[in-house]
C-alpha cells in the first residue's frame, strides 16, 4: 500500500495531482473506504464525523468525486468476523482516514485488525493529521491525548520511519508553530517532519517525498 499523508486532506492542486498519480487511474473511477473512528474521541467528535462523511468539513477528503464511498466504523468491526468487512477494503482503491485522537484511532487500528489488513492492501491510504499519525513509530508526548492506561505510550504503528507534527502555524491552532514543533521533535529518535495544511508526504515504498504549496520542516 501506498500513503499519501496530509495534515489537512487535499488541499490544493499539487496534493490532488499527487492523488490522481497514486491512484492510476481518474477519481470518478475510484472506490473509497471512509473511517472516521479518530473523530470520536474529541469533544466535537460526533459533528465532526459528520462532516466528514457528507464531504462539508474544510478538508477535502470524501467529497473529490470517487465512484462510490463506503464507511468503516472501526470499533464496529472489532467484534465482527472478518469475512464480512474486509472483502470491501481489500477490494477498494483508496483508503481515506480522518483526523481526531492518533491514540485512539491506533487502538482501535490494533483491536479491529486493520494493523495487520493494512499493509496487504494494494491501493491508497489517504490520511488526514491523525490519520497520517497513526502510521509513525510515536507522535511524541506533545499529542498524547486519549489514554487506555495511566502509562499510555506515545507509540504507533510504525508502517513509515518518520513522525509527523500537522497543522504548523494553523491560525485556530496558536500552539501549533514551529518553536513547538522543534521541542516536539527533540524527544524523538526517528526522522521527523512540521507540515502544514497546504503540505502532503507521499511514500511509495521505500521512496519518501513532501507534496507542498505551503510550510513545511524536516526536524530529524
Known sequence: ???LLTSGGIQNP???NALREMLGKPIEECNAIAITTASYALGRGT???VNFIQGKDEAPMVDLGWKSVGLLELSAVSVI???IWQPAVEQADVILVNGGDPLFLHHWFVESGFDRLLPQLTGVYV???AGSMVLTPRIGTDFV???KTPEQSD???GLVDFSIFPHLEHPQLPDNHLQAAKSWAEILTNPAYAIDDATAIRVIGSNVDVI???TWVQLR
Open 1 to 3: 500500500m501506498d500513503y
Open 14 to 16: 499539487s496534493i490532488h
Open 47 to 49: 459533528a465532526l464525523a
Open 81 to 83: 468476523d472478518p469475512a
Open 127 to 129: 490520511g488526514m493529521s
Open 145 to 147: 491525548g486519549w489514554k
Open 155 to 157: 507509540a504507533t504503528l
Open 212 to 214: 507542498s504549496e505551503g
